[in-house]
């Protein structure tokens, strides 16, 4: 950001309180250039309202929110991705000698206190759960990554990701009327990051024992990291699942949860301030959604009720998570399944306006009007890439607004779509890898069983209805799936000194191997980005991304 957006801040904001204000300011504005507008704005609104004095206690108290860690050391959550790199790699280097000029001297202990420390001071998470009583192997890796620059970048990135953006939220930058569903500074820290990443694997190249070689963006564009992937795999499984919900007699219905109004920044109807709202972020909403689910699930557990389906989680306007579950069961367990949701989603806060129209919703699938397929179809393809949807419920282009929500998503770090009940998604994926593979044959004449046949059959013509039969119904025990994921160690350390287990193929009925990836995998830069940053260099060899589709 340049110095004029600063002068235009400080116009903005002109006037307002005494000469030292606008020395106060003038100070914070040039600290974190490029919010400062947002902070101006910000700053005017509450001194039209309430005042120069209150005005500047908060604009104090997001210059504090946005130093990184207790004891500031230069480095803020606005500072550009250069001085990131720096300030990670200085830390890294100087912690690695102090550490080490501990331990030289006799004092193991002390160093590794000062270094658990260090970390804490700076907000993030030292790498150990208990790193006083590990013993010398358990804490070396843990050790290894603090003295790594890479660890440190990653945890600075991620710490500025989510308090940048909650201090978006924070001073009004986050709903209809602003940046719907995230800031537009978050979504272009997202945009820029998912360009970083896909630069990335276009320098990057695998190559097995055979000699064939991958590029590794050509690779993830046939995954499900392909947003058009993602979308119809997800429909698949949905659609699965309602054909058993018709043979089984089994009816559909629709959920919505939805947080207390304290978690939600700005109302919907008109985007003004909620002033119920006490600075929660879309990760403490998630969180309580989730507390609610545990409660609810171990309820209707304790009633021997198991139901089926998905779960989407989207945003509302502000950034606040809301909850929709299309789930199956049967139609006796209906009116005490609603009745459980019901009771947990209004526990917090039940009696406020507007809780019990608001909180919980139901819809049941009428067969008759539409597939329950192709009601929650919409709220798949809104999440992901907004594909024929048109307008979202704010009359945003979908398109448009989906890449807003997968950033909101990302920076938040909420699993947008998860599956209940069914057999395991990796199995199934496992199995469509076999199923294409020319070692296919081979695999099912040594295990020479119809069940693996079947499973194996259903999964290479995208069949979850038949997959799922197969592998026990809509809702089995985990113990008894026939098919599950076959994890092994590597037999390489990874670059921290850890074992680090890999995905090989499927587990079938608890003993027999299905081997699915059979090659060996090197990483290295395309011959023609050697020369390339230091990102790309680093991501090669050990620190290699997991090969998942290159089989």
């Given at each position: 950001m340049t110095v004029f957006a600063v002068d235009q801040a400080l116009r903005i904001t002109d006037g307002f309180g005494t000469h030292e204000c606008c020395t106060f300011r003038a100070h914070i504005f040039r600290s974190h250039e490029f919010i400062c507008l947002a902070l101006a704005q910000h700053y005017r609104r509450i001194t039209l309202t309430d005042g120069h004095v209150k005005a500047n206690e908060s604009l104090r108290k997001i210059h504090e929110t946005l130093k990184l860690?207790?004891?500031?050391?230069?480095?803020?959550?606005?500072?550009?991705?250069?001085?990131?790199?720096?300030?990670?790699?200085?830390?890294?280097?100087?912690?690695?000698?102090?550490?080490?000029?501990?331990?030289?001297?006799?004092?193991?202990?002390?160093?590794?206190?000062?270094?658990?420390?260090?970390?804490?001071?700076?907000?993030?998470?030292?790498?150990?759960?208990?790193?006083?009583?590990?013993?010398h192997e358990e804490i070396m890796p843990a050790l290894a990554r603090v003295f790594c620059p890479d660890w440190w970048r990653r945890g600075i990135r991620t710490l500025q990701d989510t308090y940048l953006e909650a201090v978006h939220i924070q001073i009004g930058m986050v709903h209809k009327r602003a940046g719907i569903y995230a800031s537009n500074h978050g979504v272009n820290r997202k945009l820029a990051q998912w360009k970083r990443n896909e630069a990335v694997l276009a320098a990057l190249e695998a190559e097995n024992e055979l000699g064939?070689?991958?590029?590794?963006?050509?690779?993830?564009?046939?995954?499900?990291?392909?947003?058009?992937?993602?979308?119809?795999?997800?429909?698949?499984?949905?659609?699965?699942?309602?054909a058993i919900s018709k043979k089984q007699g089994h009816t559909g219905v629709f959920l919505t949860l939805t947080a207390p109004s304290k978690y939600h920044s700005h109302?919907?109807?008109?985007?003004?301030?909620?002033?119920?709202y006490t600075g929660s972020t879309p990760a403490d909403t998630q969180a309580y959604l989730n507390r609610q689910w545990a409660k609810i699930r171990a309820k209707l557990n304790r009633i021997g009720v198991k139901p089926y389906g998905f779960r989407v989680v989207e945003p509302h306007h502000d950034g606040c998570p809301h909850w929709h579950m299309l789930l199956f069961l049967p139609p006796e367990q209906v009116k005490d399944t609603l009745s459980i949701f019901r009771h947990y989603a209004l526990e917090v806060d039940g009696n406020e306006p507007g809780a019990q129209k608001r909180r919980f919703t139901v819809k049941h699938i009428d067969s008759n009007k539409g597939t329950a397929a192709g009601y929650i179809a919409k709220y798949i393809a809104k999440n992901i890439d907004g594909e024929n949807v048109g307008a979202d419920l704010y009359g945003h282009d979908a398109i448009e607004s989906a890449v807003r929500i997968r950033a909101w998503a990302s920076t938040w770090k909420i699993r947008q779509f998860q599956q209940i009940g069914g057999p395991s998604v990796t199995a199934w994926r496992e199995s469509r890898r076999l199923a294409h593979s020319e070692h296919a044959e081979a695999a099912l004449d040594s295990i020479d069983s119809e069940l693996l046949e079947g499973l194996i059959e259903a999964a290479d013509k995208g069949d979850w209805e038949t997959f799922t039969e197969l592998s026990g119904g809509p809702t089995p025990e985990r113990a008894s799936l026939p098919l599950r994921a076959l994890h092994v160690v590597k037999k390489s350390l990874n670059k921290y000194g850890q074992e680090a287990q890999k995905l090989i193929g499927l587990l079938?009925?608890?003993?027999s191997r299905v081997i699915t990836r059979f090659h060996e995998w090197t990483v290295r830069l395309v011959a023609e980005f050697e020369s390339c940053g230091a990102e790309a260099r680093a991501i090669g060899g050990a620190n290699a991304p997991p090969l998942e589709f290159c089989q």
């Open positions: 860690g207790k004891s500031f050391e230069g480095l803020l959550m606005t500072s550009p991705d250069e001085d990131v790199r720096r300030f990670a790699e200085h830390k890294a280097k100087i912690l690695k000698a102090a550490f080490f000029l501990e331990n030289k001297a006799g004092r193991y202990r002390n160093g590794l206190k000062k270094t658990i420390k260090a970390v804490e001071n700076c907000q993030l998470t030292f790498p150990h759960p208990d790193p006083l009583q590990a013993s064939e070689v991958f590029n590794l963006l050509d690779v993830a564009k046939r995954s499900v990291a392909n947003l058009v992937n993602r979308r119809n795999e997800l429909m698949t499984r949905m659609a699965g699942f309602e109302r919907t109807n008109d985007g003004q301030p909620n002033p119920a079938f009925q608890a003993k």
